[in-house]
């Protein structure tokens, strides 16, 4: 897991700019689950908003919930809320955003900084 929020975290912050390894995890409750459905939202609102603001990074937000998906939780309940969190983020800016805004500008940079942060406390507090 360290592995994979520290390479979420490095593209967070990259992701301003221009344009990993999976681990088996008990599927159990863990303390920061909640960070991990918010950090899902977020990768899901920026895999909508990037993409309507001409970013040309396809799939890469997406790709990046699906590695944290699949490090985290490869199947059941803890999957499914992570998956929900994803399609939640991104279907709250569809319904409203049909092109690039100054609104959506500041969405984006607003969510690389919160999710870079998700990443690096989760990191920080739970890494071995």
Known sequence: MLRVLTILALALSLAAGPAGAQMAVPQVAVPYDRDLQRLS???????????????????????????????????????????????RGYRSFQQSYHSCTPAADFAIRRYLEEGAKIARDITARYAN
């Open 41 to 87: 939202e977020i990768l899901g609102a920026l895999h909508f908003l990037r993409a309507i603001c001409g970013s040309k990074e396809g799939q890469k937000w997406r790709n990046e919930a699906q590695t944290l998906i699949d490090a985290e939780a490869p199947n059941g309940e803890r999957h499914d809320r992570m998956v929900a969190s994803f399609n």
